[in-house]
């Protein structure tokens, strides 16, 4: 088989990078080991940037989310039992959605699916099994099996979009890797009922952190910090409301409902700096991780595939690759404002165990600062809604 650009995993940032291909006139395959209901049900990511939907709705794919989304201006931080309004829409003249990952995913595929009817291979090949890439220096190839057969795709370059667990990565010689992991996970939930407000709130609490986020106006999603190496089992949904109404303090407000969801996340902070190896590009989880406070992960890989998708139709139009060749330098640039928004956002709403009670009592200076200074509160809506894209 023969494409332009063989892509690796169907997330957000592999199927983007396909449709985005396609707009331009370019050949592509996706190569996932997942099924296509398993990716398509996939929990995470909730919260679309500014920029994120921009990206969507010029690339066509955005219909559904301008139905289904849910449009907010501000957030609320609590802390000492008391909330503050950050007014992101009056503080940058932008606004956030909430739209589930999963329903990103969904949209993209469709419109993969419907566009790639016409050519003479699928877009997408779901259930790959033992995928490797070779000679990426040179004339780089992907191996596979699919339906129990052993194929090849040859291609001009590939798309390493596989996620943090990949195969791209270690494929590439000498990283340039900068790490941090965090003493704490989140415990997520999904659960049938009113969200406890209408925008997100943040809480920290001596017993640790908190945030009330949601799906729709019929489902709440809520996490809790927790250990890293929490067993869950020892969460039945009764303690789990009753923490939550401790740390978010919100009283009856706070609707308990069926949970239909558990998980949990570690927290890491995760740069692979070597996103580029001959014709192997990494984009998104692939090359960096950050902890969820803040909501940047996806986001981040939308900013990545921007940069990589115009890089490709510069290179495939007119044959220049100056934007390639600065595609690890343009994207660290806003990665690293990124990783240092997440980071702020983990250290000053989390609980750290052998804190003495100096550093707690900066961490509750830091966010009544963050409540009252309007320049902190912009510093932080500015990042929360998403910098300007330079590409
Ligand atoms: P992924 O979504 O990981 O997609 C990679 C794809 O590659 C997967 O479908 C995988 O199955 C496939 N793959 C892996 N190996 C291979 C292989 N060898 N061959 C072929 N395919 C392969 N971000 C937030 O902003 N907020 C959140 O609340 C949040 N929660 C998260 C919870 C969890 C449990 C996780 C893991 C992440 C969470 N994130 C969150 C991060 C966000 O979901 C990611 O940043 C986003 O998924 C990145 O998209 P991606 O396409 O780069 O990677
Ligand atoms: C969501 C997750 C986040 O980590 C965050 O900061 C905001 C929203 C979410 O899942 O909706």
Redesign the pocket.
């Known amino acids: 088989m023969r494409t332009q650009v063989g892509i690796?995993?169907?997330?957000?940032?592999?199927?983007l990078l396909s449709h985005l291909l396609h707009l331009a006139g370019i050949d592509s395959i996706v190569?996932?080991?997942?099924s296509r209901d398993y990716?398509e049900s996939?929990?995470?990511?909730?919260?679309l940037e500014q920029g994120s939907v921009e990206t969507l709705t010029e690339a066509g794919v955005a219909d559904r989310l301008h139905r289904e989304g849910l449009v907010h201006h501000g957030i609320e931080l609590r802390f000492d039992g008391v909330g503050h309004r950050i007014p992101l829409t009056d503080l940058t003249g932008k606004v956030v959605t909430i739209y589930g990952?999963q329903e990103v995913v969904k949209d993209l595929i469709a419109a993969r699916i419907a566009a790639g009817a016409r050519r003479d291979h699928a877009p997408i090949l779901f259930d790959?099994e033992d995928?490797a890439v070779h000679d990426v220096t040179g004339s780089p190839r992907i191996t596979?099996r699919h339906e129990g057969r052993e194929q090849v795709v040859e291609c001009d370059v590939i798309g390493g979009?596989?996620?943090?667990?990949?195969?791209c990565r270690p494929a590439i010689p000498d990283l340039a890797i900068y790490e941090r992991v965090y003493p704490f996970a989140w415990l997520?939930i999904l659960s049938h009922s009113r969200p406890v407000s209408e925008e997100l709130i943040y809480a920290r609490h001596a017993d640790g952190f908190a945030l009330a986020t949601m799906r729709s106006n019929t489902v709440s999603r809520l996490y809790l910090q927790c250990a890293p190496d929490e067993d869950l089992s020892l969460w039945p949904d009764a303690r789990i409301w009753e923490e939550l109404h401790r740390r978010l303090g919100c009283g009856d407000e706070l609707e308990e409902g069926k949970i239909f969801q558990k998980?949990v996340?570690p927290m890491r902070s995760f740069v692979c700096e070597t996103m580029r190896h001959g014709r192997l590009f990494l984009?998104?989880?692939?090359a960096h991780?950050?902890p969820?406070t803040g909501?940047?992960?996806?986001?981040?890989?939308i900013a990545d595939i921007r940069v990589l998708a115009r890089g490709l139709e510069r290179f495939y139009a007119r044959g220049e690759t100056d934007l390639l060749d600065r595609y690890a330098e343009i994207c660290l640039r806003r990665i690293w404002k990124g990783q240092r928004f997440s980071w702020w956002m983990t250290s000053m709403l989390h609980r750290f165990d052998g804190d003495d009670p100096f550093e707690h009592r900066v961490q509750v200076a830091e966010l009544d600062y963050v409540s009252t200074s309007r320049a902190a509160m912009t510093t932080l809506a500015e990042n929360y809604v998403g910098l300007p894209f330079e590409v």
């Open positions: 690796i995993g169907a997330g957000p940032s592999g199927l190569l996932e080991t997942r990716v996939r929990v995470r990511a909730g919260l990952q790959v995928v596979f979009c596989d996620g943090f667990h990949g195969i997520g998980g996340t984009a998104g989880d692939a991780i950050v969820p909501a940047k992960g996806m986001n981040l890989a």
